[in-house]
């Protein structure tokens, strides 16, 4: 028999931890449950294996929201500037992620 409490919890995990594979959907995971040590561990090896500019700015770009929610703002902002650094090279100039990033710096 079907739960339908437990299949809306399931969708809105789905939709909420999209991601371009199942550690990136972890990471996030932990992160929006407030497991930020497991989170940060996450993300430091998938940053240590990352294989592109793309992956790891992005990957820096999470950090910088943990620390955030941490409220870690100086570390928030050394990683939202990695990210930055890394996206101004590989997008264009007018990019939403760029505005994104630009946006995250100056709250």
């Given at each position: 028999?079907?739960?339908?409490?437990?299949?809306?919890?399931?969708?809105?995990?789905?939709?909420?931890?999209?991601?371009?594979?199942?550690?990136?959907?972890?990471?996030?995971?932990?992160?929006?449950?407030?497991?930020?040590?497991?989170a940060e561990?996450?993300?430091?090896?998938?940053?240590?294996?990352?294989?592109?500019?793309?992956?790891?700015?992005?990957?820096?770009?999470?950090?910088?929201?943990?620390?955030?929610?941490?409220?870690?703002?100086?570390?928030?902002?050394?990683?939202?500037?990695?990210?930055?650094?890394?996206?101004?090279?590989?997008?264009?100039?007018?990019?939403?992620?760029?505005?994104?990033?630009?946006?995250?710096?100056?709250?």
């Open positions: 028999e079907s739960d339908p409490q437990l299949a809306g919890l399931t969708d809105y995990i789905k939709e909420e931890v999209q991601g371009s594979n199942g550690w990136y959907r972890m990471g996030k995971l932990m992160l929006q449950v407030g497991h930020f040590d497991q561990e996450l993300y430091n090896e998938l940053l240590n294996g990352a294989s592109t500019d793309s992956n790891r700015a992005f990957i820096y770009h999470m950090l910088a929201i943990m620390k955030n929610r941490q409220g870690k703002y100086p570390e928030a902002v050394e990683f939202y500037e990695k990210s930055l650094k890394i996206y101004e090279q590989i997008r264009s100039p007018n990019d939403p992620e760029l505005a994104s990033t630009y946006n995250n710096i100056g709250l």
